[in-house]
Every structure is written in structure tokens, then in C-alpha cells.
């Protein structure tokens, strides 16, 4: 099997395709957990002007009823107006589409974006919605029963890993 | 196995009945479920999609309006469609028996019951004969516990004093009519709170209250002293049979929390109250409105904190 691509690498190649698209209306949001790490680097390496926003979805998860809700929930925290704005939605791996869909509804409760751009370190594939990223750092085929996730070790620096779903 | 009616065969909460018996995992997974839905009650738009679909009945078999306010309101938060049942005033009243008006609730495709009764013990009954996908929530139950007001109680400890584990916790008044106070004691030794002191006097303490783990004062500067939270409890008037008291003029005077009184508590102490208030009875008007207040505060995290109750047990 080839090696996973090289996390680090991929930032910054990600902030150098996504500099010419910022401008003044942009501001940033990161999706817990691994988007939110990934969001991070983007937006120092950016310089958006307005502070990052980090978003959890538990509340809109389309799965509760099946599957109860999330444990320990994070603090969806967005220190900006929404309306108006032109967003970058950050995750670290896109998948069904599922994710982005809970996080466009939660949106959409503190605003009316000017637009929304979704931005991922990986996409894996196997949609189930419509939806696709307009920035993406590489394209992995990942098998069903696998998990493609973003680590980050103690130095904070970020490792892309294939795990065995639960 | 499984003898803990409020927890499902995986451990989780299925009923919320009494916080005695909550392992700390499940006490700190609703406290920190409620400090994300304070995030949403912050909003401009304060509801979420959760519980979209469901019904939820408002029981109310003895009159309240902060509870079952607080609780529609989460419950409209969530997008669920709220019922409200006055029982006191109806169906009962002809004859109907508890668990009858409970059928006949869930014939009507009921999915969570929040129940406020007279009798403790009440709210296990009917957790006891609902069907699978019905959920029930305590909202007070007799003397017995109150378990919604004791978690908003240690989420407001813990927003404003950050940690448990270091904390002198006093509770003033009536603790023998006390449903709130029973629930608190639990929560607050469950999460490792190292001191929890009971004041009142004697005919208002029950029997044995040194059983919970708590240290137990009847005078109320010796209990006061060196406390981080003092937490005041309403003069249960309505539930007292017999003279326990000489007059309520006279309990402010030894019991009541006055300015005065909580200089010995600790310079950054927070005061609480479950509410309703009886101004001038246990706590006197500079207090209850004074800086160390978090009495407010207390209603507004309710809210979140029985968002979170509803929306984890719903789930389950």
C-alpha cells in the first residue's frame, strides 16, 4: 500500500492555493476535531483578519436518532457576524458529505453568508450527498470498513492515519 | 444486572430520576452537554433541530412556574412540540389513575414525559410502565430529589468556581422539606467536592443527614465561615405540618442570609437560590440582589442544562 500523503506538506500547499481567493469578506470556520486543527494552520498562515471560528455538530447531526448524542459536545464558537460574509469551511477529511451538510444548517442559525467555500486536507470519496470541496489538499481511495482521520501529536505537528472503523 | 432504572443496558441515560445512583461520568457528560447548549441560548437564533418531531408532555401534578417554564423552553429550543398538562386541575381530579393518564398520554404518540409530583416516587412509577421509546424526566418528586435543579445548581458552581475538588459548599434552611437540597448533596460528593456543610435548625434537618457526607451546623455564622458557595433554600411553609418554627420573622433572624452573615463566607463566595424567594425570610434583599448573586445567572443556565438533559436521554 502507498504511504498516506505528508499532512505538513499538504497545509502548506492548501494556504497557497487559497491565498489569491481571501479577501477582506473572508473569515474562516474549523469543524471539531481535525478540521479545527487544520483551520488553525490556515488562518495564521492566511492572516485573515477576523479571529477563527470552530464549530461542533452534534446539534445537527442527522444520525441522532439513531445514534444518541455525541458525547461531550464542544462550544460552537463564532466571534464574527456570519451575514454577509465569504466563509471557508474547514474540515480534515470529506467523506459522505454528511458533516458539511449538519454544518451548512448550523450555519445558517447565526446567518446569511455571502458564500460558503468548503476547504479539506483529504477527500476519500464515497459521497452520499451532494456536496464537494472547492479546495482540497489530496485525494485518497480509502476502503469502506477504513477511517481516514487527522492526528496531531504532542509538538502539534499533523499526520494523516488510516484506522479500522469502529 | 441492571438495577439502576435511569440507565440503559450500555450505562447510559435513559431516565433522568434522581441524581443519587449518577456515575460522575454521566453527571460531568451533562454538565459539559450543557455548557455547549449555552453556546445556542446565546444565539439570535436559540433552537436547534435535536428533538424535531418529538412530543414532549409537561406533567404537572402540583402547580410550578419556573420549572415547567424552563423546561418548555428548552424543549421548544430543541424543536420539540411541548404539551403542557396541568394534571392538578384535570383528568385526576375525575378519578383517573397515574398511570392511566400516562396511557393515554403515550396513545397520543408521546416521546418524553416530564413529571413534577406531590408523592416521591411518582416519576419511577411511570418510568417503570412506558413503552421502550418514551423517555421520563424528574421534575421533582415529594421530598424526594429534584434532579434538574441540582445539576443547573452544579453547573452554576462550576462556571463560576471552575473545579470541584477544592470547594467549601454550604447549604442553608429548610434541608428536611428539601428535595433540592438532597439532590445537590449527591451531585456535589458524586463529582468530589471535599467539603458540603448543611445549616438550619434542628427540626428542619433530617434525621441522620450526616449519612450523605455532609457536615452538619445549627449555627449559621460557624457554618458560614471560609465558604465559596452558599447555597439558600426556600422556607418550605406549604409542606410544614406542626409548629417546626416559631415564626418566620424569627428564622430570618438566626437562619436568614444577611450581608453581615456572609462577610464570614469567603470575599468571592456566590450565593445561590433555587427559587421561588421569600424576601426577608431566608435571604434579605441586598443579598439576593447584591454582587456575590448568581441567583439569575442560575435561571438562564437551566435552561441549557435541561436542553442537554432532554436532548441525552432522548437519544438513548
Known amino acids: ?166 | 444486572m441492571q438495577n439502576n432504572p435511569q440507565l440503559n443496558e450500555n450505562g447510559e441515560l435513559r431516565h433522568l430520576l434522581s441524581i443519587e445512583g449518577l456515575p460522575r461520568n454521566v453527571l460531568s457528560g451533562i454538565l459539559d452537554t450543557a455548557a455547549s447548549f449555552v453556546g445556542v441560548t446565546e444565539r439570535e437564533v436559540k433552537k436547534v433541530p435535536l428533538l424535531r418531531g418529538k412530543s414532549v408532555f409537561n406533567l404537572f401534578f402540583e402547580p410550578s412556574t419556573r420549572t415547567r417554564t424552563t423546561f418548555e423552553i428548552a424543549a421548544k429550543r430543541l424543536s420539540a412540540d411541548v404539551i403542557n398538562l396541568n394534571v392538578a386541575a384535570s383528568s385526576q381530579t375525575k378519578g383517573e389513575s397515574l398511570l392511566d393518564t400516562v396511557s393515554n398520554l403515550s396513545a397520543m404518540q408521546a416521546d418524553l414525559f416530564v413529571v413534577r409530583h406531590g408523592s416521591s416516587g411518582a416519576p419511577y412509577l411511570i418510568a417503570q410502565h412506558v413503552k421502550p421509546h418514551e423517555h421520563v424526566i424528574n421534575a421533582g418528586d415529594g421530598r424526594h430529589a429534584h434532579p434538574t435543579q441540582g445539576l443547573l445548581d452544579l453547573y452554576t458552581i462550576r462556571h463560576y468556581k471552575q473545579d470541584f475538588g477544592a470547594l467549601r459548599v454550604a447549604i442553608v434552611g429548610d434541608i428536611l422539606h428539601s428535595r433540592v437540597a438532597r439532590s445537590l448533596i449527591h451531585g456535589l460528593t458524586t463529582l468530589g467536592t471535599p467539603e458540603v456543610r448543611v445549616i438550619g435548625p434542628k427540626t428542619l434537618l433530617p434525621a441522620g443527614v450526616e449519612a450523605l457526607g455532609v457536615k452538619v451546623f445549627n449555627d449559621m455564622q460557624e457554618g458560614l465561615r471560609g465558604a465559596d458557595v452558599v447555597v439558600m433554600l426556600r422556607l418550605q411553609s406549604e409542606r410544614m405540618r406542626g409548629a417546626l418554627l416559631p415564626s418566620a420573622q424569627e428564622f430570618f433572624k438566626h437562619y436568614g442570609l444577611t450581608a453581615q452573615k456572609l462577610a464570614l463566607a469567603k470575599p468571592d463566595a456566590i450565593v445561590m437560590h433555587p427559587g421561588p424567594m421569600n424576601r426577608g425570610v431566608e435571604i434579605d434583599s441586598s443579598v439576593a440582589d447584591g454582587p456575590h448573586s448568581v441567583i439569575l445567572p442560575q435561571v438562564t443556565f437551566g435552561i441549557a442544562v435541561r436542553m442537554a438533559v432532554m436532548s441525552i436521554v432522548a437519544g438513548n
Not at chain 1, 18 to 46: C, D, F, N, Q
Not at chain 1, 149 to 163: F, H
Open chain 1, 1 to 166: 500500500m502507498n504511504p498516506l500523503p505528508d499532512a505538513e506538506k499538504l497545509c502548506v500547499q492548501l494556504a497557497a492555493e487559497l491565498k489569491p481567493a481571501v479577501k477582506p469578506s473572508t473569515a474562516m470556520i474549523g469543524l471539531y476535531t481535525g478540521g479545527v486543527w487544520l483551520a488553525e494552520r490556515l488562518h495564521a498562515a492566511l492572516g485573515i483578519a477576523e479571529p477563527l471560528g470552530t464549530m461542533d455538530i452534534a446539534f445537527y447531526r442527522d444520525d441522532y436518532h439513531q445514534q444518541g448524542l455525541a458525547r461531550d459536545p464542544k462550544r460552537t464558537q463564532i466571534p464574527f457576524a456570519v451575514g454577509g460574509r465569504d466563509l471557508l469551511l474547514v474540515d480534515d477529511v470529506l467523506y459522505t458529505g454528511r458533516t458539511v451538510r449538519a454544518a451548512m444548517n448550523e450555519l445558517f442559525d447565526y446567518g446569511r453568508p455571502a458564500s460558503i467555500s468548503l476547504v479539506v486536507l483529504a477527500d476519500r470519496g464515497g459521497r452520499e450527498l451532494p456536496i464537494c470541496a472547492q479546495y482540497f489538499g489530496c485525494t485518497i481511495e480509502v476502503a469502506k470498513g477504513m477511517r481516514l482521520r487527522l492526528l496531531r501529536d504532542d509538538r502539534g505537528k499533523l499526520k494523516l492515519a488510516l484506522q479500522h472503523a469502529e
